[in-house]
């Protein structure tokens, strides 16, 4: 199975734009959850998708916001850019169909870097 | 989520079995055990997973202890390309409910030539 794809790569913004990142999930993968990786915040958990609906929301302004499309894909939108949202965005996938700690397991895109300028 | 804690660092001969502790004594007889890898830069890595048996894959070893107080991840033959830092995850399992990974700091491993 193919891994799960974020798009772009890299991007460079400028403060006050607004951007827009994509994440595939991995086939048959339903929930998808986002991330973001800071050097001093480490990892923090955004929110989490499901059956198109949020689930779960990290402690975020209201700025950060996604969406779910019926095949699974999300996406999440940053508006109004601050130089502190320079960061690796991360999406992640599980298998919500199984069932105990396999479906626990959430497998991670590559990631989209942004520069805030 | 129960609390890890993991050393910041650790060194590694390459082509010797690295052994990463990871501290979790309030664990509860829900919770798992996960244990994740991030290559700089690059999306974190499941790497296995255990509830109270030790568990092995093609990656590494996961040991438990009895009281499960605490666990080892092991590779057993360390390379280069395993310097990562590697992080370990203790959380209930969520059945249909919300989720979120909760990651520390992890040990920075580096695997030495």
């Known amino acids: 199975k193919a891994g799960v794809t974020q798009t772009p790569r890299y991007l460079i913004k400028t403060r006050g734009q607004q951007v827009t990142l994509s994440c595939s999930p991995i086939?048959?993968?339903?929930?998808v959850s986002w991330y973001q990786q800071t050097p001093g915040q480490g990892l923090q958990f955004l929110f989490e998708?499901?059956?198109?609906?949020?689930?779960n929301k990290g402690n975020f302004p209201g700025r950060f916001s996604g969406r779910q499309f019926s095949n699974s894909r999300s996406e999440m939108n940053v508006s109004t850019l601050e130089l502190g949202d320079s960061a690796l965005y991360l999406c992640?996938?599980?298998?919500?169909?199984?069932?105990?700690?396999?479906?626990?397991?959430?497998?991670f895109g590559p990631g989209t870097r942004l520069t805030v300028l | 989520d129960a609390k890890t804690t993991q050393p910041p660092s650790m060194d590694c001969a390459e082509g010797r079995a690295a052994n990463l502790p990871c501290n979790h004594s309030?664990?509860?007889?829900?919770?798992?055990v996960y244990w994740y890898r991030q290559i700089h830069s690059q999306g974190p890595q499941y790497i296995i997973h255990?509830?109270?048996n030790n568990e092995t894959n093609e990656m590494a070893s996961l040991i438990i202890t009895e009281d499960r107080k605490s666990s080892t991840l092991i590779l057993p033959h360390a390379t280069l390309r395993d310097t990562a830092v590697y992080y370990c995850?203790?959380?209930?399992?969520?059945?249909?409910?919300?989720?979120?990974?909760?990651f520390g700091k992890g040990t920075k491993l580096s695997v030495i030539p």
């Open positions: 992640a996938s599980r298998p919500t169909g199984t069932s105990g700690g396999a479906a626990d397991t959430q497998y």
């Open positions: 995850i203790v959380r209930p399992y969520s059945g249909a409910g919300s989720y979120q990974l909760t």
């Open positions: 086939s048959g993968h339903r929930s």
């Open positions: 255990g509830l109270k």
């Open positions: 309030t664990i509860s007889g829900n919770e798992y």
């Open positions: 998708y499901f059956s198109e609906t949020q689930r």
